[in-house]
């Protein structure tokens, strides 16, 4: 599986991003995409994920700020962050897998990577 994203950037505290994650190369029907984040100095944490079912979950503290959405016909997967606060920035990595056990996605436990994008909140 191939993950290119795209999207981040600088952006001031409240304001919103879009990143984009567009897959290709599945070799199951079924899959789960997931956002992870990396902060300098710190462990890498999940953000949010779906499966090509529909299921979604977020981690506690993006929810009611970040939305996770795909495009199944452009096999591309969104992540809009809103209301951004300084602690969200971090490197922000898609991946991809057709066995990860969704139940524990936030594990971080998929076989494939997109290639980061920075997102930067700073006034």
């Known amino acids: 599986v191939q993950l290119v994203q795209s999207g981040g950037g600088l952006v001031q505290p409240g304001g919103s991003l879009r990143l984009s994650c567009a897959a290709s190369?599945?070799?199951?029907?079924?899959?789960?995409i997931g956002w992870f984040r990396q902060a300098p100095g710190k462990e890498r944490e999940g953000v949010s994920c779906?499966?090509?079912?529909?299921?979604?979950y977020y981690a506690d503290f993006v929810k009611g700020r970040f939305t996770i959405s795909r495009d199944s016909a452009k096999n591309t997967v969104y992540l809009q962050m809103n209301s951004l606060k300084p602690e969200d920035m971090a490197v922000y990595y898609c991946?991809?897998?057709?066995?990860?056990?969704?139940?524990?996605?936030?594990?971080?436990?998929?076989?494939?990577w997109g290639q980061g994008t920075q997102v930067t909140v700073s006034s």
């Open positions: 991946a991809a897998d057709v066995q990860v056990a969704i139940a524990t996605w936030y594990l971080g436990d998929f076989g494939s």
């Open positions: 190369g599945f070799t199951s029907d079924y899959y789960v």
């Open positions: 779906i499966s090509s079912d529909g299921r979604i």
